[in-house]
């Protein structure tokens, strides 16, 4: 019988007749409310956190997120929880809690590990590569290859593509980048896409970043959230190289949790105005995309910046070190849990450790750090947790 349009019917008309049509049936399929009182994501939760990344939705995908861990604590579901914990790692690093995201993929290996299955590999190499870690995200690259699915392999490439771009080595940026956008994923390409335009104008290759970055605004367009019209506005501005589209892109993106998405558009807009000679410009925004991309964690990006400030005749202030640097995932997992008041047990819980295996990890984690007391954990900068975290992650 006929009905309403249901997710199918969004999906059909997103692929058969592109963004325009297919993203506002996506949109009112995903969130108004049945007859059972809940939003039409809460029949698809998993393919909705797919979906409100290609509606470049960070609040929709940070909602969908929340009910999975949730839900997952709730019913005991380890596929759930699983899921959810990717996924929130995933969010984490788009808005730059880089520390969240290692306690997110801890704790999701610690349930592979009891159910006896392998971890979920893409919020590592999300992870990784926006940390710029070249070493280990070659070494998930080769292991996702291993396992070898569509889904897993483009989140390889786009990883690589980002990773690269932050080293400035921009034909390897650009071959992975094509790769990662090569069959329309959802989600991926979507995010894929800045990456090849960067990468391509860098390289020289004009016609294939002005093809990319059509693709890409009929995509952020139709979605019209302030993340959406700031990448695009953001990666026009590398193909146009006009100051005003450096300008709608820090506009849309200012005051956003997606922190790391400002500190790269700082950095485009900085080396912008330093090609122009106006060099002092050029170092207000270069100074400030330096600090967000150190403070985030992202250090490849956060090199480059200091390289182009240094361009200028201006020296970035050396950093120091990251407090998470010298944590593992499952230390920076338990250190969050511990600040935000966990008890050792409750702890253990969660990982599926015993307790004095716990404290063996808390004895570590204060060495590490130089302190001797929970009290002093609390204290340490980028372990804090917002009021509801150590309830749910």
């Not at 026009?236 to 500190?263: C, F, K, N, Q, Y």
């Not at 240094?310 to 020296?315: K, L, M, N, S, W």
Request: charged fraction near 25%; include cysteine; glycine fraction near 10%.
């Amino acid at each position: 019988m006929p009905g309403p349009p249901d997710l199918l019917d969004a999906l059909v008309l997103l692929d058969a007749e592109g963004h325009r049509v297919g993203v506002p049936a996506l949109r009112r399929v995903l969130t108004d409310v049945g007859a059972d009182g809940a939003p039409g994501w809460t029949r698809a939760p998993a393919l909705g956190t797919v979906l409100a990344g290609e509606l470049w939705d960070i609040e929709l995908h940070a909602t969908v997120v929340d009910w999975l861990v949730r839900t997952g604590r709730d019913t005991g579901s380890p596929l759930t929880i699983r899921l959810g914990l990717a996924q929130r790692a995933v969010s984490a690093v788009l808005t730059g809690d880089f520390g969240q995201a290692m306690a997110a993929i801890a704790e999701e290996e610690a349930i592979a590990d009891a159910v006896g299955d392998r971890p979920q590999l893409y919020p590592r190499v999300h992870l990784a590569a926006m940390r710029g870690r070249r070493d280990e995200v070659l070494s998930l690259f080769a292991e996702v290859t291993g396992r070898a699915t569509g889904q897993l392999t483009a989140n390889a490439h786009w990883a690589t593509a980002v990773l690269h771009n932050g080293l400035a080595e921009y034909p390897a940026a650009l071959d992975a980048a094509t790769r990662a956008v090569e069959h329309g994923d959802l989600f991926l390409s979507g995010f894929a896409l800045p990456e090849q335009v960067e990468a391509a104008v860098r390289c020289g290759e004009d016609a294939v970043a002005r093809e990319a970055l059509e693709s890409l605004l009929a995509r952020t367009e139709p979605a019209g959230t302030p993340f959406a019209l700031g990448v695009g506005a953001g990666t026009r501005a590398l193909v146009s190289g006009l100051e005003d589209d450096h300008r709608e892109a820090l506009d849309h993106l200012t005051g956003s949790p997606l922190v790391m998405h400002l500190a790269r558009t700082h950095l485009r807009y900085g080396e912008w105005l330093r090609r122009a000679g106006r060099r002092r410009e050029a170092r207000e925004h270069l100074r400030t995309a330096h600090e967000q991309l150190s403070e985030i964690g992202m250090e490849a990006f956060a090199q480059r910046a200091a390289d182009e400030l240094r361009a200028t005749g201006e020296v970035a202030r050396s950093r120091s070190g990251q407090v998470l640097d010298d944590l593992t995932m499952q230390e920076t997992h338990i250190a969050r849990q511990v600040a935000g008041g966990a008890t050792t047990k409750e702890v253990a819980g969660r990982l599926f450790l015993s307790p004095r295996t716990v404290d063996a990890h808390l004895r570590n984690i204060f060495r590490k750090l130089g302190i001797t007391s929970r009290k002093q954990l609390r204290d340490v900068p980028g372990l804090g947790q917002g009021p509801s975290e150590g309830a749910v992650v």
